[in-house]
T-cell receptor, first 111, second 116 residues
Framework: QKEVEQDPGPLSVPEGAIVSLNCTYS??????FMWYRQYSRKGPELLMYTYSSGNKEDGRFTAQVDKSSKYISLFIRDSQPSDSATYLC???????????FGTGTRLKVLA | NAGVTQTPKFRILKIGQSMTLQCTQD?????MYWYRQDPGMGLKLIYYSVGAGITDKGEVPNGYNVSRSTTEDFPLRLELAAPSQTSVYFC???????????????FGPGTRLTVL
């Protein structure tokens, strides 16, 4: 079983749709859960991070963590063409500075 | 602040050639990392450093070498380039926060390398 699994997509949605991006993981020691956004031919940039189970909201973005199911999600409300990018989930354990990344989901929001 | 800068942006190498990918950060971060990103494979850690003079292997170190003589610079050396090293290479850095705390990694713009 892979340590992190993420559907590569591509996922195409109309502008204004609610987007749900997901990752599953197998390492119960993961304590930090991140979502990075990567535009084409650019480096990844941090979008959101969470530490505990539950929801964290930032504008149109909501990160959700379910540690019991080992499942994390990123929801994008009122999606915009500018949200078109690859979204990577990332995980780390407490006391470490190394991340484990998902393979990324390519999202395209159609105007 | 420029953040994390990488040079060159693009490079084509012939099999067996060598080159150094440069990475510099101006955020006074202790931790620096080199990743490679292949299509559909996510980011794989090649080497990392926790401070000047200290480096360690990541998940895919074979065929690469690193050094860290200053806090700012973390070059990645490819010896005897092979087609399997065709990839996009990203350098990243993170600061030393409180122990056990989360440290955001900041990424450079990447170097696209093709080995023919």
């Amino acid at each position: 079983q892979k340590e992190v699994e993420q559907d590569p997509g591509p996922l195409s949605v109309p502008e204004g749709a609610i987007v749900s991006l997901n990752c599953t993981y197998s390492n119960s020691a993961f304590q930090y859960f991140m979502w990075y956004r990567q535009y084409s031919r650019k480096g990844p940039e941090l979008l959101m991070y969470t530490y505990s189970s539950g929801n964290k909201e930032d504008g149109r973005f909501t990160a959700q963590v379910d540690k019991s199911s080992k499942y994390i999600s990123l929801f994008i409300r009122d999606s915009q063409p500018s949200d078109s990018a690859t979204y990577l989930c990332a995980f780390s354990t407490s006391g470490t500075y190394k991340y484990i990344f998902g393979t990324g989901t390519r999202l395209k929001v159609l105007a | 602040n420029a953040g994390v800068t990488q040079t060159p942006k693009f490079r084509i190498l012939k099999i067996g050639q060598s080159m150094t990918l440069q990475c510099t950060q101006d955020m006074n971060h202790n931790y620096m990392y080199w990743y490679r990103q292949d299509p559909g494979m996510g980011l794989k850690l090649i080497y990392y450093s926790v401070g000047a003079g200290i480096t360690d292997k990541g998940e895919v170190p074979n065929g690469y070498n690193v050094s860290r003589s200053t806090t700012e610079d973390f070059p990645l050396r490819l010896e005897l380039a092979a087609p399997s090293q065709t990839s996009v290479y990203f350098c990243a850095s993170s600061g030393q926060g409180r122990k056990l705390a989360y440290n955001e990694q900041f990424f450079g713009p990447g170097t696209r390398l093709t080995v023919l």
